[in-house]
């Protein structure tokens, strides 16, 4: 067998689960799950009409290209969300439909590391804390993982400028993300163009996880793409940028699997070619269904409205007793608990019946510590409502906490 299994971490879920198995919450509290990233606002009902409609084309075998009509309506996508200059992503070249971007991430490691050449393992580098899909990946192609500590003295963007040069010569592959889960930074374009730089300097490939970019908070500052950055720096084949979208997140269709990378034609042609073998197409009624999804903004907007409105009322419970930030994207807060993270959230779970994820479950030990440890992670995917009884069940916990 592949001898990365055996270095895979338990997944943050499985953890949260042992910690929580012999806690008694109290009966009388129900139960508010805030762990899972999981959207749960509805989703658009013309979406799932579009479905419906199209389950007439169950009888033949997707294209792994996907539709035409498919890949013009990401591609239309991209232009018009960040601003591209016409014809910065074609159709034909630039735009593949994927299951989500987490089974992509996965496969594009295996497309991009090439663990067979001379020399010690390649390196992947990626944030800490971050989505764990990154590390599996990079041990599964053979790679080794190098972890980018974010924490509150860098301000929640990992200093690209801190890793030593020798790492970068080793590095194949560079995970980006933002807004980033679960830090809630936006990485703006000056930062992911020192990205580039050192990707062209060191022989290297970025791929930018934007699967939250439409989840923001300021209406006029939507957050940036890598390619963005290739633009401004004169870049225009986007040579060694992928970047990865998905429609769970902005339209609320965790369960339709579906998004969509952009970027380089010299890297989808062979990413293409990867996904041909691997067999990983896309049912033509979810290609149906993701044009209507890509093609409308409106639902997005009302989406991102929804977030907002939870901010709102969640932070004015938070804030007076402990130092939690408004994020600038996505839908986490990233709550700082004074003490142990684990012991925080179970003691949480005991006593008020909530689910958050530790932040150390999120992240490795790198360089000495833990950049997860001493924060937990809160979704923001649970009703207005409820979310509000949380926050004021979290402040009561939060109190209780600082006494003892
Ligand atoms: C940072 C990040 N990337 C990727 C994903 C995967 O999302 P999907 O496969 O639904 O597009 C998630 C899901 O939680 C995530 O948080």
């Known amino acids: 067998m592949n001898p990365g299994f055996a270095r895979l971490a338990a997944y943050p879920f499985e953890r949260l689960a042992q910690l929580k198995h012999d806690l008694v919450p109290p009966p009388s509290l ?15 009902a013309f979406v799932v009409q579009r479905l419906r409609e199209s389950l007439g084309e169950l009888g033949s075998y997707p294209a792994t290209r996907g539709l035409p009509e498919l890949r013009a309506a990401g591609s239309a996508w991209m232009q018009r969300r960040f601003g591209l200059p016409a014809g910065t992503v074609d159709a034909e070249a630039n735009v593949l439909p994927v299951n989500g971007t987490r089974e992509a991430l996965f496969a594009f490691v295996q497309a991009v590391v090439d663990a067979r050449r001379a020399g010690p393992a390649p390196l992947v580098v990626m944030p800490n804390p971050g989505y764990q899909v990154y590390e599996g990946a990079a041990l599964l192609a053979g790679a080794e993982p190098w972890y980018l500590n974010t924490t509150a003295q860098n301000g929640f963007l990992p200093d690209l400028d801190a890793v030593p040069a020798a790492v970068w010569d080793r590095c194949q592959l560079l995970f980006l993300c933002s807004p980033a889960n679960p830090v809630g ?8 163009r020192r990205a580039l730089e050192l990707a062209e300097r060191h022989d290297f490939v970025i791929a930018s996880d934007e699967c939250y970019a439409d989840l923001y908070d300021d209406e006029s500052a939507p957050p940036p793409s890598l390619l963005n950055a290739a633009v401004a720096a004169g870049n225009r084949e986007l040579r060694r940028c992928m ?15 579906s998004g969509l990378v952009a970027g380089d034609a010299a890297l989808i042609e062979p990413f293409l070619l990867y996904r041909t073998y691997h067999g990983c197409a896309m049912p033509v009624p979810t290609q149906m269904a993701s044009i209507a999804a890509w093609d409308d903004d409106a639902h997005v907007a009302a989406n991102r409205a929804l977030y907002r409105d939870k901010y709102d009322r969640v932070l004015p419970i938070l804030q007076p007793v402990v130092k939690v930030a408004r994020p600038a994207g996505g839908f986490y807060l990233w709550l700082p608990v004074d003490g142990d993270d684990a012991a925080f959230t179970a003691g949480l779970f005991a006593a008020q019946h909530i689910t958050v994820v530790p932040g150390s479950f999120l992240a490795r030990e790198s360089g000495g510590c833990n950049p997860g440890a001493g924060y937990v992670r809160i979704s923001l995917v649970a009703t207005g409502d409820e979310c509000v009884q949380a926050a004021h069940r979290i402040r009561e916990f939060i109190l209780s906490w600082k006494k003892s």
């Open 30 to 44: 129900p139960h508010i799950p805030l762990s899972i990233g999981e959207p749960r606002h509805a989703p658009p």
């Open 185 to 192: 930074t936006v990485m703006p374009v000056d930062y992911l």
């Open 243 to 257: 970047s990865f979208h998905s429609l769970s997140k902005r339209s609320s269709l965790p369960g339709l699997r």
